[in-house]
Nanobody, 123 residues
Framework: QVQLVESGGGLAQSGGSLRLSCAAS????????VAWFRQAPGKEREYVSY????????NYADSVKGRFTISRDNAKNTAYLQMDSLKPEDTAVYFC????????????????WGQGTRVTVSS
């Protein structure tokens, strides 16, 4: 059974940076596509970014393009989301997901999920 554990969330000021990690265990995670989603209070879970396995394709939501960078280290079974130039509207719980079975921007398209890590950006 694949397990995903996110870390790195916390409080940041507007314009600041945070780096999220998604550590995976079980299964051949290095062969799975990985994505990040986020969910703000009272809102639906929304797509943030995707990276294929191997790291040939990267994709970003328009709202984070140019500010966030997704990467992965297969030797460490870990994916990352570097978040720069943070804005208050980036405040949300961030989830990583793996094993794409459908649309890469649709939460229902992923088999495995982490428990989430909270990011709060103050203005």
């Amino acid at each position: 059974q694949v397990q995903l554990v996110e870390s790195g969330g916390g409080l940041a000021q507007s314009g600041g940076s945070l780096r999220l990690s998604c550590a995976a265990s079980g299964g051949t995670v290095s062969t799975y596509a990985v994505a990040w989603f986020r969910q703000a209070p009272g809102k639906e879970r929304e797509y943030v970014s995707y990276i294929s396995a191997p790291s040939i394709m990267r994709n970003y939501a328009d709202s984070v393009k140019g500010r966030f960078t997704i990467s992965r280290d297969n030797a460490k079974n870990t994916a990352y989301l570097q978040m720069d130039s943070l804005k208050p509207e980036d405040t949300a719980v961030y989830f990583c997901a793996a094993y794409l079975t459908g649309s890469l921007t649709d939460p229902s398209g992923y088999e495995y999920w982490g428990q989430g890590t909270r990011v709060t950006v103050s203005s």
